[in-house]
């Protein structure tokens, strides 16, 4: 008997089916993979199992663990999550209490499923991260920890399956491969079945024995992992195995040789929070990072999760300030939050979470015409065209300018951060994992229109991301980040080739192989 079994499941919202007559189960100790695009029902698929769907949703058809129906009630349901079911959310920043700290928030898992027996301090080694971080809130920690520690909950019942919703997202390729081998042994030595719900191809060959492929709600092939990733018999299967490879960018371009952006020495400390925090060791996020960029130069910046690139970026765009060093932008000098307000139209930021970045109560026309206060001079006419080249640049229409960011998807929606970002009409874009959230075929859209976009505008990038395939793709040079350090530097081809230090190696080992 199979340990959950799923038949014909339709979930409705009004009239629309959204999930139309799915059917699969899932065996004891399997580990079992969702693919598809944004839109295409995996993740309801998976809220109807633990019986979080959203108000106003309708179910039907039958879902059985061990062979008895999952009850519908909240109150039954609710005793099942936890000790039958684990789950990993998608967005560990809004899936965990801002005000409570995490070793808290473990502990909770712990009491409530399993007992205080199970130490807080074990389950953060077991996903790679130092017991110490148990002190600290979610805002403290990086996305990939973030998402470490919901992953650390989801262990602490000892649960029946685990059912994560794009559990490595968010993580750096290294953390990546430890929690997808941490996630396979815990399943194999506990018998817990896993239901794997990604748009990361290569992750689910990875994990999973069995993949289904989902489209527009309706579940199109399934098979074992091998036969669907290598002979694939849907025409879709076919078009989103081919768009999870990206082609190298070729040869580095060759700069024109004049330096747009320089840092020197950049040093960003943080102190710690607490009454004796004036005498403790302040945390050193960036130590000493000197580099330059030049013009029409797309520079990457990549790292494990925590290494301070971001942190690195927010300096550069002026929304943090250096305890230390300095930076030279067009020839002017500044350490962060002084960047001059006239240089502030030349540098724009493209944010990784490209529906956090905007206002849900501002208009798409309001929302990317924002940056244009640093344009008084503009007329209000002037204004609405820049707003319109700017979203036309990107491939949208403009009649969708008085929509708001909820009616977008994904996709649409980081081609509309991009527009924002070139409304001012930029020298410098700086990219913090631009494509991390994007599913495969979007991804290389985005990317595609990212190249067209330098070559028309003449942009330089300086682009933050764990994913060296998608750095290969468009970087002409790598930096390389370890503990605030810059450690390497060197074309794609170089560094992908005869990769010098530790952590690059692993990093070009930690890599997952292609589906096909």
């Given amino acids: 008997m199979a340990l959950l079994e799923v038949d014909n499941l339709s979930v409705r919202f009004g009239k629309r089916p959204v999930v139309a007559g799915v059917s699969f189960a899932i065996e004891r100790g399997e580990r079992f993979g969702i693919i598809g695009e944004s839109g295409s029902g995996k993740t309801l698929t998976a809220m109807a199992i633990t019986g979080l769907l959203p108000d106003g949703a309708r179910q039907e058809g039958d879902i059985r663990l061990d062979g008895e129906p999952l009850p519908r009630a909240e109150k039954p349901m609710a005793r099942l999550r936890g000790k039958r079911f684990g789950i990993v959310f998608q967005e560990p920043m809004t899936a965990l209490n801002p005000l409570m700290r995490v070793g808290e928030q473990i502990a909770e898992a712990v009491r409530l499923n399993q007992g205080p027996q199970a130490g807080v301090p074990q389950l953060l080694q077991e996903v790679g991260l130092d017991p110490a971080h148990a002190r600290r809130f979610p805002h403290q920690l990086s996305g990939g920890q973030r998402q470490r520690v919901m992953i650390a909950m989801a262990l602490a019942s000892q649960p029946d399956m685990l059912i994560a919703d794009e559990p490595t997202s968010a993580l750096d390729l290294i953390t990546q491969k430890r929690v997808l081998d941490l996630i396979a042994e815990i399943c194999t030595r506990r018998q817990m079945a896993l239901l794997f719900i990604s748009h990361d191809l290569k992750a689910v060959a990875a994990l999973c024995s069995r993949v289904a492929v989902m489209h527009d709600g309706k579940l199109i092939e399934a098979g074992p992992a091998d036969a669907v990733f290598r002979t694939p018999q849907a025409d879709y299967t076919r078009r989103l195995i081919a768009a999870s490879k990206l082609a190298s960018a070729g040869p580095a371009r060759r700069p024109d040789g004049e330096t747009l952006l320089e840092a020197r020495g950049l040093v960003r400390d943080y102190r710690h929070n607490g009454f004796w925090r004036w005498q403790e060791k302040p945390l050193r996020a960036v130590d000493g990072v000197s580099f330059s960029l030049s013009r029409g130069e797309c520079v990457a910046l990549v790292g494990p999760s925590g290494c301070g690139k971001t ?161 290969r793709a468009i970087a002409d040079r790598i930096l390389v980040m370890e503990a605030g350090r810059i450690v390497e530097e060197g074309t794609p081809e170089t560094l992908f080739a005869q990769p010098q230090h530790r952590l690059t190696r692993e990093l070009v080992a930690a890599r997952l192989p292609d589906v096909a």
């Fill in 311 to 471: 942190t690195l970026a927010r300096i550069i765009a002026g929304l943090d300030s250096a305890s230390g060093g300095e930076l030279v932008f067009e020839g002017e000098t500044y350490h962060g939050r002084d960047l001059p307000r006239g240089q502030r139209r030349d540098l724009s930021l493209v944010f990784q979470d490209p529906f956090g970045s905007f206002n849900p109560r501002q208009t798409i026309a309001q929302s990317v015409g924002e940056p244009l206060r640093l344009l008084p001079d503009l007329s209000p006419m002037d204004r609405h065209q820049r707003v319109v080249e700017a979203v036309a640049a990107v491939g949208l229409d403009a009649g969708m300018l008085e929509r708001y960011p909820h009616e977008f998807s994904g996709g649409q929606r980081q081609r509309l951060a991009i527009a924002r970002a070139l409304v001012t009409r930029p020298k410098l874009v700086v990219l913090d994992e631009p494509v991390s959230a994007l599913d495969v075929s979007v991804r290389g859209e985005v990317l595609a229109l990212l190249a067209r976009l330098r070559e028309e505008y003449g942009l330089s990038y300086l682009c933050i991301s764990h994913d060296l395939d998608m750095v």
